[in-house]
């Protein structure tokens, strides 16, 4: 079965500081991989996925993520934190059943906290 | 363009009683999904509509729970005798069909049930 793991509930970092969420996965065959983020009363936004391709995937407002097949990993990056990103982070998985659509597996998710 | 919509915004009712979520999909996007998210928890898909038919429902967590969607458009997550484990916040999201196209996410329903 397809599963995603965020091992960290809370993750908390200095402004200006490079920050990191983790996650990791288990998935038969190659995964699609994806992060979103949650603010405060708001819809999930999409971050970035990876496919196929480079391992480093950019995404929106600065954030990165390096897809690791050997380490089932695929963390969130970000080399420098802002007070905004501060919110709820998710890692997702598709579920590779028929029909080839997307339904995604979600990680628990982590809540980021960046202080001044 | 507009993004994904869901009304009500919020939703507070008395164990017992039906209620009807709405979700209006990005204009064009042929695939559309249900998820829950409880309190503290990541989410929960409850089923996915391909135009108007739903080909994965497994996520239905009981037969009080049911969706409909028309044309390649709105759809309703209905909660029938609501209890109150079905609090929460109900998410709908969009997507082009197929493929590995990100889902587009609406700000959600929370659901409280009293």
């Known amino acids: 079965a397809q599963s995603v793991a965020q091992p960290e509930d809370q993750v908390k970092v200095a402004e200006g500081n490079p920050l990191t969420v983790k996650c990791t996965y288990s998935?038969?065959?190659?995964?699609?991989l994806f992060w979103y983020v949650q603010y405060p009363n708001r819809g999930l936004q999409f971050l970035l996925k990876y496919i196929t391709g480079d391992n480093l995937v950019k995404g929106s407002y600065g954030f990165e993520a390096e897809f690791n097949k050997s380490q089932t990993s695929f963390h969130l990056k970000k080399p420098s934190a802002l007070v905004s990103d501060s919110a709820l982070y998710f890692c997702?998985?598709?579920?590779?059943?028929?029909?080839?659509?997307?339904?995604?597996?979600f990680g628990a998710g982590t809540r980021l906290a960046v202080h001044p | 363009g507009a993004g994904v919509s869901q009304s009500p915004s919020n939703k507070v009712t008395e164990k017992g009683k039906d209620v009807e979520l709405r979700c209006d999909p990005i204009s064009g996007h042929t695939a559309l999904y249900w998820y829950r998210q409880r309190l503290g928890q990541g989410l929960e898909f409850l089923i996915y509509?391909?135009?108007?038919?739903?080909?994965?429902k497994s996520g239905l967590p009981s037969d009080r729970f049911s969706a409909e969607r028309t044309g390649e458009s709105v759809s309703t997550l209905t909660i029938q005798r609501t209890q109150q484990e079905d609090s929460a916040v109900y998410l709908c999201?969009?997507?082009?069909?197929?493929?590995?196209?990100?889902?587009?996410f609406g700000p959600g329903t929370r659901l409280t049930v009293l």
């Open positions: 999201a969009s997507s082009d069909s197929g493929g590995a196209y990100e889902q587009f």
């Open positions: 997702a998985v598709r579920d590779r059943i028929s029909g080839g659509y997307n339904k995604l597996i």
């Open positions: 998935v038969s065959g190659n995964p699609y």
């Open positions: 509509f391909q135009g108007n038919s739903a080909p994965d």
